[in-house]
T-cell receptor
Framework: GQNIDQPTEMTATEGAIVQINCTYQ??????LFWYQQHAGEAPTFLSY????GLEEKGRFSSFLSRSKGYSYLLLKELQMKDSASYLC?????????????FGTGTRLTVIP | NAGVTQTPKFRVLKTGQSMTLLCAQD?????MYWYRQDPGMGLRLIHY???????AKGEVPDGYNVSRLKKQNFLLGLESAAPSQTSVYFC???????????FGNGTRLTVT
């Protein structure tokens, strides 16, 4: 099974840096995804970590520690358009389909 | 390039009615998925398909059926709708098992 935890809501200021944490407990960990979802829209892929360490992609970075069951998404130089929900998803197992389990999401509000 | 297209966007059903949600993708992806998203619960996998002619159950398959007669289409059926099936339904596809998911824009279903 799996247990994925992330904060429900966060607020940050335009231009600042924000870190969204995700902890998980799972059997057969096989990668962690971050998705962005604006209200009323589809989730869109942001990043993927399967090995420990930091993955950087422009203003967004994602970190993974498999031994701690922990990941974070770091958003730099926040813009108003970054106001959205951020979904942490853990891939589990070697068989079947993606077996992707999603957290409940963190709703980020960026204020001027 | 349309990506993943879902129809309809909105639907209201009465308890006991049936309907089919259509998902079409033009990216030649092998894997297709149906998720439901409910407040406070995150995305949950209903059914998935690893290729044309195949289907399999996800986390919450009860009350739903699916078919994948053509590679580009994945249909989700509700034979006898219940209020508990009020939700936002997302279709997704991926090129391989480990690839990021590409989501459609969702179908908001209300069962009264």
């Amino acid at each position: 099974g799996q247990n994925i935890d992330q904060p429900t809501e966060m607020t940050a200021t335009e231009g600042a840096i924000v870190q969204i944490n995700c902890t998980y407990q799972t059997s057969g960990f096989n990668g962690l995804f971050w998705y962005q979802q604006h209200a009323g829209e589809a989730p869109t892929f942001l990043s993927y970590n399967v090995l420990d360490g930091l993955e950087e992609k422009g203003r967004f970075s994602s970190f993974l520690s498999r031994s701690k069951g922990y990941s974070y998404l770091l958003l730099k130089e926040l813009q108003m358009k970054d106001s959205a929900s951020y979904l942490c998803a853990v891939r589990e197992g070697e068989t079947g389909a993606n077996n992707l389990f999603f957290g409940t999401g963190t709703r980020l509000t960026v204020i001027p | 390039n349309a990506g993943v297209t879902q129809t309809p966007k909105f639907r209201v059903l009465k308890t006991g009615q049936s309907m089919t949600l259509l998902c079409a993708q033009d990216m030649n992806h092998e894997y297709m998925y149906w998720y439901r998203q409910d407040p406070g619960m995150g995305l949950r996998l209903i059914h998935y398909s690893v290729g044309e002619g195949t289907t399999a159950k996800g986390e919450v398959p009860d009350g739903y059926n699916v078919s994948r007669l053509k590679k580009q289409n994945f249909l989700l059926g509700l034979e006898s709708a219940a209020p508990s099936q009020t939700s936002v339904y997302f279709c997704a596809s991926s090129l391989t098992r480990g690839s990021p998911l590409h989501f459609g824009n969702g179908t908001r279903l209300t069962v009264t």
